[in-house]
């Protein structure tokens, strides 16, 4: 990919903000064809410090709700003010994704970059928590940290050097994610693909002078990555 949008955004200010492989790039291929109408409103889930939330507002013109557990809603909104932003485009959240504070049917889509795995293993997690607040004909997309093949009975040991197995249990593989969200009553699965921003976007994260970054490049710089990928998801909602 040439990565024409998210090339707009290689600035100290939104490096600074990753936190973890370059989410601008997974977005950009995640959403390249996407079906999310005009103007839509989106829900940003587990958005982190708001550079996708950015990003989604700026590039493809959605109001977004930047919903997040652990980043402050209150540096989020200063950061969207820097940017430009104003709250009838964007709305940092202070949100637990297993008690989201919406309405039902609230939202047209909801997006998810490098987060749906915390807590998406749940097999009612979709179901249950997730899809009643996606409108019937909804869109989810969702990038995810996976395996190309899952081997937690036989961990590599290029991946220990930087990860417990409790952490790479949280990252599977195509299959698993396939077969985890067949199990969800009321969606459309329209695609379960690796991701060819994979190594892009790993390449820009073990660039950042950042401790979690440091600490990724002990597996990478290993040969780690050729265990690893990411997973694109969309879903809509019947």
Not at 19 to 25: R, S
Not at 155 to 160: F, Q, S
């Amino acid at each position: 990919m040439k990565y024409i949008r998210s090339k707009k955004y290689e600035t100290n200010q939104i490096l600074e903000k990753m936190m973890g492989p370059n989410p601008l790039k997974l977005l950009e291929e995640l959403l390249e064809h996407h079906r999310i109408p005009q103007r839509a409103t989106v829900m940003d889930l587990g958005s982190g410090q708001g550079v996708t939330s950015v990003f989604l507002a700026r590039e493809y013109g959605f109001r977004v709700f930047a919903a997040d557990l652990w980043s402050s809603p209150t540096e989020n909104k200063r950061f969207f003010d820097r940017m430009g932003l104003t709250t009838e485009q964007i709305i940092p959240i202070h949100a637990d994704a297993n008690d989201l504070p919406f309405a039902e049917e609230f939202f047209d889509a909801v997006i998810s970059v490098d987060s749906y795995h915390y807590f998406g293993r749940d097999p009612e997690y979709l179901g249950k928590r997730l899809l009643p607040f996606v409108k019937h004909g909804g869109f989810l997309y969702i990038a995810i940290p996976g395996m190309k093949r899952d081997c937690h009975e036989d961990l590599p040991p290029e991946l220990l050097l930087s990860w417990t197995p409790e952490q790479l249990d949280t990252i599977h593989d195509t299959v698993y994610w396939t077969n985890l969200i067949a199990q969800t009553e009321g969606i459309d699965l329209l695609s379960v693909r690796e991701m060819e921003s994979n190594e892009a976007a790993w390449n820009d994260w073990l660039a950042c002078d950042n401790e979690y970054a440091r600490n990724d490049r002990k597996t990478m710089e290993a040969g780690g990555g050729r265990y690893l990928n990411f997973i694109a998801v969309v879903l809509q909602r019947k």
